[in-house]
DNA sequence: ATTTGACTTGAATAATCGTTCATGTTAATA
DNA sequence: TATTAACATGAACGATTATTCAAGTCAAAT
């Protein structure tokens, strides 16, 4: 499946993938740096599986990339929502979210 | 029920409300000014009781405020997310949502 | 006092989403 | 090349959420 992010997909449908305590916990570490999955998940204590499930929909949402580095998997915040001024911020293009 | 709007509210749950199409076009619309019902679907188009479910939501949620006005009842942007400086704006406390 | 207009509510159903479990993939190591 | 470590996927199930339908409220007009 493609990126989400593009003139067809709504603005609610974006604010949906965001509207998740473990999603956004996993974004909020990466607006600070790249980091693999178990390190994503060091915090976060579900199941590898369950954050493997959403990892993908940041990834098919456009939110996430992701890029293997050896048997790990380095996740890193999508350069098309990066928010260059702010680094605190998610730009889903339809708007703006940034936090504290 | 209370407004969703305080400490222990979490940020996805009120990003959860937004993360809607019919939601987040009354919303566009009271960030301009505060309307009636019949006002705000006259641009929606949908059954006026699914109108109203919604903005029940909205109103649990701390979004809008809601008064009598005649037999009419008017819907205004609650004050405490009106974003003062700019008017294109939602702030949920935990993060704050700018449209262009 | 009844009717009408403008909305709200509750309950039932339909649709979507999150979670789990079993299995699959890929790359390094033995 | 078999094994293990790190992660992904698909299908099944349970929990939420959206939508509809029927009934209810509240204020103004008749």
New interface residues.
């Given amino acids: 499946m493609p990126c989400k992010i593009d003139t067809k997909t ?4 974006l ?2 993938v ?4 473990t ?2 916990a996993v974004l909020r570490q990466l607006m600070k740096r790249p980091k693999h999955v178990a390190e994503i998940n060091a915090t976060l204590g579900i199941e590898q599986t369950l954050l493997s499930h959403h990892l993908k929909t940041l990834r098919e949402a456009g939110l996430v990339v992701a890029q293997r580095d050896g048997k790990a998997v380095l996740y890193s915040l999508a350069p098309e929502v990066e928010d260059t001024r702010s680094g605190k911020a998610i730009n889903l293009g ?7």
Same sequence: chains 1, 2.
């Fill in positions: 709504s603005c609610a449908t604010l949906k965001l509207a998740d305590e999603r956004l339809c708007c703006l979210v940034s936090f504290k």
